[in-house]
Nanobody, 120 residues
């Protein structure tokens, strides 16, 4: 069974940095696009950044120049380096990926989310 497990969230002061990780596991044949989304309290989930299997990236305007998405295909892992964090970045961050598991079609999967809180 395919799973996405995030880690690396926590409490950080404004201007600080955090690095999120997301590992995919469970009979995986191929991983296509991977990405990070976030959902702040009372708001809709929004795209933060995506990365294709070949390494092409896309960012929300609100995080451009501050966040960097990367992936390690050998480890089935996607990362999100977050710098110059602001209180407005406070949200639950979710990992997302298009994965083809063994003997199955390609499906879109979500992780359980990790809380990021930016506060002094």
């Amino acid at each position: 069974q395919v799973r996405l497990v995030e880690s690396g969230g926590g409490l950080v002061q404004p201007g600080g940095s955090l690095r999120l990780s997301c590992v995919a596991s469970g009979g995986i044949r191929s991983i296509y696009a991977m990405g990070w989304y976030r959902q702040a309290l009372g708001k809709q989930r929004e795209l933060v950044a995506t990365i294709t299997s070949s390494g092409n990236t896309n960012y929300a305007d609100s995080v451009k120049g501050r966040y960097t998405i990367a992936r390690d295909n050998a480890k089935n892992t996607v990362y999100l380096q977050m710098n110059s964090l602001k209180p407005a970045d406070t949200a639950v961050y979710y990992c997302n990926a298009d994965i083809r598991a063994l003997l199955r079609d390609t499906f879109n999967y979500w992780g359980q989310g990790t809380q990021v809180t930016v506060s002094s």
